[in-house]
């Protein structure tokens, strides 16, 4: 499992001085980006084997606001593992308490540089080994 921790920005706030719903699935980007990196394979080295992997799906359950200046760590697991799909579970909460502030999963597809479905390749495979939840999704 793969954790970041950021503080949220005026910029990505609304007039309510709540971050803005699609800011979360920045948040999500980015933490999937660092667990990625943490197995052992980058997004780029990924790409450089001819291999990319595109969100299919997106799903946020917002539980609690975070704001301006707020602390928060977003944790990203892998969830489930296809031959063609890989399936990422988030959890964001605010540092410090622990407060689960939303949850969510991406679903993100195989392709080939020609947009073509394709097999994760095995080597990737074993790098992306599932766990259970660790928080109710």
């Known amino acids: 499992m793969g954790t970041i921790t950021l503080r949220v920005n005026y910029s990505e706030t609304d007039q309510m001085g709540v971050v803005y719903h699609a800011n979360y699935l920045i948040w999500f980007d980015r933490a999937r980006t660092e667990l990625?990196?943490?197995?052992?394979?980058t997004y780029r080295e990924l790409e450089q084997q001819g291999v990319y992997l595109a969100?299919?799906?997106v799903k946020v359950r917002y539980r609690a606001p975070a704001r301006y200046d707020d602390l928060v760590q977003v944790r990203c697991w892998v969830r489930e593992l296809a031959s063609?799909?890989?399936t990422f579970g988030y959890a964001v909460e605010r540092a410090g308490t622990g407060d689960l502030l939303a949850t969510g999963e991406t679903a993100l597809l195989s392709l080939t540089h020609e947009h073509t479905l394709t097999r994760i390749p095995e080597h990737v495979s074993k790098l992306l080994t599932p766990i259970p939840d660790p928080v109710r999704l």
């Not at 990625?36 to 394979?41: K, N, Q, S, Y």
């Open 36 to 41: 990625m990196r943490e197995t052992g394979l």
């Open 84 to 86: 063609r799909r890989v």
């Open 55 to 57: 969100v299919s799906e």
